[in-house]
């Protein structure tokens, strides 16, 4: 039983429960002409059958008049300028922009190629701004200041870093004593569907660092990549990113908030390229600093996590101090992607900027040119969506408290960008 009325036009021709189950249909069946287009899905597996059924009839066109269709079905039940937003006018917005965007990947499939800022606004309801690259000149110059010597900053940099590789016979075990910390800190404040859990494994040949494989049922499969080594700081950073309180808890509470209780069955289904993702990205980026604000994550690295790595905790002040700093420089990586895509640049170039304005080694490098061949305009998720999260939950007050309950709307609501408030 389900506690969500269905909305419905006041002559009762049609109703938002009726356009979500055609909207997971076609979804669905979009996912099926794009390998990758659905990020999880945990529905009714008659309606998966008959995606995979309809996606040999349906040409790339006809998908999009059917995307056109529901949104000129959507739009009735959006009241412009209201004053006050009810959970209904919530869900008709976000399907109307979840639909918008699935109308940009569609034009995307059939070989259209957007400028860049164009294809984020699409795709996920943002438009990025694209820095000149010299204006972050003096961060670099700062970064370099604390990492003296001789040859590239990268390699200075590089170098300096490595020192806290964790030795690949200690991944495992860091990695879960990371995540325990982070699920302990976001249980504290947040009350966990019962029974949730995750399965963790390590793997290679990626162009991500870590992933999230979300179930349903409140179950999640981790993988983190070890391409490269993974560095002290990174254990904290992916269990909080991919486990709790990022995706893994972002998507067991929208299965229990909204596609259980609610009985809203959009919620079944996660499109990648979908203003669902800048939620996602940014709010489990944002967590990392909210399970361990201040020093809090320097502590537990040297306290905690070092000794399991069986690495030594000298200069891990300094290391984190240099990891608060590059993050100023990821405004750079959509510059240079946004140039990169639309062949101004080839790969050559753009690794060179990359090691240059990001401060990666030529194999980080690499890492990043593959990441966004594969996902394009996604990478201002996690910058961009970082900063516009932290904006809204940190302008609710100082009180972590407040804060938690702000973080906990944001993952359990129906929440787009534009709903964000940056105070």
Known sequence: MTLGACATLPSGQDSLDAIAGDYVLLQLTIGEKEAGYIDAYYGDSAVMERAKTQAPTQTLPQLAQRVAALESRTAPFIEDGAAETSMDERRARFLAAQLAAARTRLRMMQGE??????????????KPELVELATLDAVVARIDSLVPGEGPLWQRLDTFQS????????LKPVMDAAIAECRRRTAAHIALPEGEQFELALVTDKPWGGYNYYQGDARSKIEINTDLPVRLDRAIDLGCHEGYPGHHVHNALLERELAGRRGWTEYSVYPLYSPQSFIAEGS???GIELAFPGDEALAFNRDVLAPIAGISADGLDRYVELGKLTPQLRAAQYAIAARFLAGEIGEPEAA??????????PQRATQSLRFIKSYRSYIINYGLGLDVVRADVEGTGSDPATRWRRMEQLLSEPTLPSDLKVR
């Open 163 to 170: 020192r806290f590789d964790i030795p690949a016979d200690r």
């Open 113 to 126: 190629n957007l400028p860049f800022v164009d294809e984020a606004q699409g795709l996920f309801g943002v």
């Open 284 to 286: 489990a980026n944002y």
């Open 352 to 361: 060179e900027l990359l090691q240059r304005y990001t401060l990666a080694s």
